[in-house]
């Protein structure tokens, strides 16, 4: 266990360093610099701040830095933001989105199991069917789409209520999550939902609880015990992979709603070319991401005795 | 009154493509200390009748229409429930076929044998589980406390069936259903299981309903056969009755298709021709008539009832009407 975890650990920093050389070498091919901008810069101020911020060494010297400077955790600073640095940034904006990530993860989670279990249990009666037809719709509309409709709903109810039941945009307290959080989490939901149901029906018809009958363990326990944490083994396997289309999903979400996360500055970042933040947030996120799903895989050997770690 | 009481027992089966019937009017009884065979080929209704009984067929597509049961007394198709308790795991327990699917893939041995301990003498889980060790030894697995922390994939497939027996007598039933308990298993597996079986029922004297197709186990274990075929009894009665004084031409057919220690031309073995009648629309007469070499006029048109003969030996056949001349005799020369 312990050998299996620091060799997903290794395998994990490979594989933020891919990701940190090939947005490095990425990022420089697209045209423009953090000079370009509405406000023209005179060439003399331009190589006096790219000097200041080494942009005028040749690139693998810059990759170099990059490189070696990361590996001490210290991001580098942002080139638009007042010289701020890139942790302090992300130190700022991460924990909004993470906040925001964990409530969608839980709805997804929570709602994919909770839904799924039901359909399968009202099999072909109405709540299936309708269960069903919200799942479709949850796997085909883009979030943007449902993040849109969502606040035009907000605005809707606020105005029949007459008072602000739920802040459309911005942040602050619980009130300014529940919404986005929830369109957030809309599409894996959906998706936990038909992949639960599938394996529900599909335990249901299992020689063991076929046996846990036999035995006379009362159904509500058959369900508990034998049933559903046996028809959850797949769910788990396809959480690591949902934090990350959670993530994305964060980047569009956050700016729709005005949410100051870490995705908002990403996307700004890019318009900006602020490559110390794009850089700080890209490997950042990389790392997270493989951070997730080596603990999944945890979570799932330590739920099925079947998965070794070795 | 027998311990278990099945009388005139009707399945069916609700299915896109009709209604099947797949249990037929089957009555058996079984007392204490007894051990019954239901013997048959696939889809002749076996499993169905003993686990309709136990109400572990789903419900629907699968219905009883007609038919009692009872144990000890107690309608057991009306309710589950005697005295308050479940039957299931309490007053009958049961063991499949295939050992490797019939246990719960995430729980450990000892967990899932506690649990009906747990369920039904409310039992906390410690003591629970220090009796699945104890049933662990009981069933002769090596270091049963260490095992019984382990899981199913833990286990071979032998190890694994004498899992499930431990489960299922945990709660000292006074039945013990086996559903072709060694079918999935090697042979000499198979001799090991049967024989802890019967050793286990020499202690407790429960009553063992066994499930087979092969009637060398039947031979080994058995005190009374009931020959199942097309959801019908076609024969009952003791082992040396149905074994050596046959009275069904099926029963007859089977024995001539059994590979025998013997060699020579006269020990080929015979295949019954044909195949088993469609279950959604049975057959008005006799559902073996199309197969049987004695077939008569009267077998296509009308479905005998059991005929006694001594002993509670009973064939459901026309030959044994006091009108046919084909006697027992020429039954056997044929």
Redesign the interface.
């Known amino acids: 266990m312990l050998w299996y975890t620091t060799k997903r650990l290794i395998q994990g920093i490979i594989t933020v360093w891919f990701i940190a050389t090939a947005t490095f070498w990425a990022m420089h091919q697209v045209p423009g610099d953090p000079f370009v901008g509405e406000k023209a810069v005179s060439p003399e101020v331009e190589a006096n701040l790219k000097a200041k911020w080494g942009l005028d060494k040749p690139p693998l010297e810059q990759y170099w830095i990059f490189l070696t400077n990361m590996g001490q955790g210290d991001f580098g600073i942002s080139f638009a933001q007042e010289s701020r640095s890139v942790n302090d940034i992300i130190l700022e904006r991460f924990p909004v989105s993470a906040i925001l990530g964990i409530l969608a993860i839980v709805f997804a989670g929570l709602g994919g199991v909770l839904y799924g279990a039901l359909t399968a249990l009202y099999r072909n009666q109405w709540p299936d069917v309708l269960i069903i037809l919200l799942v479709i719709i949850g796997i085909s509309v883009p979030s943007f789409v449902f993040a849109s409709v969502g606040q035009l709903l907000l605005v809707i109810i606020n105005q029949i209520v007459g008072f602000t039941l739920l802040p459309v945009a911005g942040w602050g307290d619980i009130s300014h999550m529940l919404v986005p959080a929830l369109v957030l989490g809309l599409g894996t939901m959906a998706f936990l939902t038909r992949l639960m149901r599938s394996s529900m029906l599909e335990i249901v ?4 609880i ?9 159904a509500a ?1 058959v369900f508990s ?2 049933q559903l ?2 028809a959850v ?1 797949p769910v788990i396997t396809v959480l690591g992979p949902s934090v990350a289309s959670i993530t994305t999903g964060g980047f569009v979400v956050e700016n729709i709603f005005g949410i100051p996360g870490l995705g908002q500055s990403f996307v700004l970042a890019v318009q900006q070319s602020d490559y110390g933040v794009i850089m700080g947030t890209t490997v950042f996120y990389g790392a997270f991401l493989v951070l997730m799903v080596i603990i999944v895989d945890l979570l799932y050997a330590w ?4 998965v070794r770690l070795e | 009154m027998a311990l278990l009481e099945v009388k005139n027992l009707h399945v069916e089966f609700t299915t896109y493509g009709g209604i099947v019937h797949a249990v037929r009017g089957v009555d058996f009884s079984v007392d204490e200390g007894e051990t019954l065979a239901i013997v048959g080929e696939s889809g002749c209704g076996k499993s169905v009748t003993v ?1 309709s009984i ?3 067929i ?1 419900m629907p597509p699968g219905r009883i229409t007609q038919g009692t049961a009872h144990l000890r007394g107690h309608d057991i198709i009306q309710s ?1 429930i005697i005295d308050g ?6 007053f009958v ?2 063991i ?1 076929q ?1 050992p490797m ?7 450990t041995i000892g967990a899932q044998i506690a ?2 301990l747990e ?2 003498r409310g039992q906390s889980h410690r003591d629970a589980m220090r009796r699945a060790t104890e049933l662990l030894d009981m069933v002769q697995i090596p270091e049963a406390a260490k095992r019984a922390r382990q ?1 199913p ?1 833990e286990f071979s497939g032998g190890m694994l069936q004498r899992s ?1 027996i431990a ?2 007598i945990a709660c000292e039933p006074l039945v013990l259903i086996a559903d072709e308990p060694s079918t999935a298993l090697d042979v000499t597996i198979q001799a090991q299981i049967l024989d802890l079986v019967k050793s286990i029922q020499k202690e407790t004297g429960m009553a063992i309903i066994l499930i087979t197709h092969d009637l060398g186990v039947v031979a080994r274990l058995a005190d009374t056969v009931s020959v199942m075929y097309a959801g019908e009894v076609m024969e009952a009665g003791s082992v040396d009755d149905v074994f050596y004084r046959s009275a069904h031409p099926y029963t007859l057919g089977l024995k001539e298709a059994m590979p025998t220690n013997q060699t020579g031309r006269s020990r080929q073995l015979k295949p019954i021709d044909g195949s088993p009648p469609d279950l959604f629309s049975p057959p008005t007469g006799c559902s073996y008539a199309a197969r049987c070499p004695h077939t008569m006029e009267v077998c296509l048109e009308n479905n005998p009832n059991a005929f006694p003969m001594q002993d509670g030996h009973q064939a459901k056949c026309w030959l044994h009407h006091e009108e046919c001349d084909v006697v027992a005799e020429e039954l056997h020369q044929a």
């Open positions: 018809s299992a020689d063991f076929r046996t846990a009958r036999s035995k006379g363990v009362p326990q015990r034998h944490r046996n083994l739920i099925d005795p079947r | 686990q136990m109400g572990l789903p589950k308790k479940d039957i299931r795991g309490n327990g049961m499949f295939d699917s019939s246990l719960n893939p995430t729980m649990e009906p369920v039904h899981y994939f499930m489960m299922a």
